[in-house]
């Protein structure tokens, strides 16, 4: 993983605002920066390269790819980026969490099924209860180091996870959330949005 920076060629300036995010996200200032441009320029490595400076500064790194085959599994991203992780935590780490918020990521995460308490899952026009929920977990796994949430190949993510991240780009928790998406370079998000950086230089 060393060696993974000495190769990312003509990349300065990418990986600078990168560095900026993790450096702000130790100030205890959360962002979001989305990756863009044509397949095969180097994306994916350069999410790794920011997973590893990430590691470096003792923050922890969740990552997490969506999958053309997963596309009718609701918030499969989010499951591949944290489920593994939540799954080896003490229960004492979630219990600070209410007990609708419990209940709620029970429906989102396989791992933490127990919790459900028999509580019904939230309707596709109530998923704002999934959304806080989610959002509270990230604040609980961040309370102690600083968190960056890795996503990548999200133009094969499922609506449930579009939705999510979406609800997590408007009212960010206390973590830095990092997303790439295939496809050409496009304008410019509203004030509020996520940064991006045009990849579109070959690394």
């Known amino acids: 993983m060393a060696l993974l920076g000495e190769r990312l060629v003509g990349r300065t300036d990418e990986l600078d605002a990168l560095e900026q995010l993790l450096v702000e996200l130790d100030r205890g200032r959360s962002g979001a920066v989305e990756l863009v441009g044509e397949p095969g320029i180097g994306k994916t490595r350069l999410l790794r390269e920011l997973a590893a400076r990430a590691e470096r500064r003792g923050q922890l790194v969740l990552s997490g790819s969506a999958s053309e085959l997963e596309r009718d599994l609701p918030f499969s991203v989010f499951v591949d980026a944290l489920d593994e992780y939540v799954d ?3 229960p004492k780490q979630l219990a600070s969490l209410a007990g ?9 995460l396989p791992s933490l099924a127990a919790l459900a308490g028999g509580r019904e899952v939230a309707l596709q026009h109530e998923r704002y209860r999934s959304h806080r929920a989610v959002r509270a977990l990230l604040e609980q796994l961040a309370d102690t180091s600083p968190l960056v949430l890795v996503l990548d190949d999200l133009h094969w993510a499922d609506s449930a ?3 999510l991240l979406g609800a997590l780009l408007r009212r960010p928790p206390a973590a830095a959330a990092v997303r790439r998406r295939e ?15 045009d990849c579109s230089s070959r690394a």
């Open 88 to 90: 080896g935590l003490d």
């Open 100 to 108: 609708d918020v419990q209940a709620e990521l029970a429906h989102v």
């Open 183 to 197: 496809g050409r370079v496009r304008p410019p998000a509203p004030r509020g949005g996520p940064g991006r950086r």
């Open 161 to 163: 996870s579009v939705e």
